[in-house]
């Protein structure tokens, strides 16, 4: 079983920035095998994915954070990392890690249904 941890979250004025971790632990292989990203749910929308990175260190970003938001990864500490830069009030949302073993069709890699693993969220706000 994988156990995922988020923290970083928090409140920020527009045009600020935060870093997002995810700790990943709880079984034998490292995060380099893993496919991971992070979604996000703001308040009475769906869930919907940010950037993605598979375990080829290939990445995808919404269009929305494009040149904002970068992801990255550390195997050695097994943690997922994501920078969020000019942050709007729009960003506001309970951001989540999420991970999965095996390849994801590239067309498929924001749908939340390919990700066996997910964390319990950390809550970012944005104020204007």
């Known amino acids: 079983q994988v156990q995922l941890v988020e923290s970083g979250g928090g409140s920020v004025q527009a045009g600020g920035s935060l870093r997002l971790s995810c700790a990943a632990s709880g079984y034998t292989y490292s995060t380099y095998y893993m496919n991971m990203g992070w979604f996000r749910q703001g308040p009475g929308k769906e869930r919907e994915g940010v950037a993605t990175?598979?375990?080829?260190?290939?990445?995808a970003y919404a269009d929305s954070v494009k040149g904002r938001f970068t992801i990255s990864r550390d195997n050695a500490k097994n943690t997922l990392y994501l920078e969020m830069n000019s942050l709007k009030p729009e960003d506001t949302a309970m951001y989540y890690c999420?991970?999965?073993?095996?390849?994801?069709?590239?067309?498929?890699?924001?749908?939340?249904?390919?990700?066996?693993?997910w964390g319990q969220g950390t809550p970012v706000t944005v104020s204007s």
């Open positions: 999420a991970a999965t073993f095996g390849s994801i069709f590239p067309d498929w890699v924001f749908l939340p249904s390919q990700y066996n693993y």
């Open positions: 990175m598979d375990s080829d260190g290939n990445t």
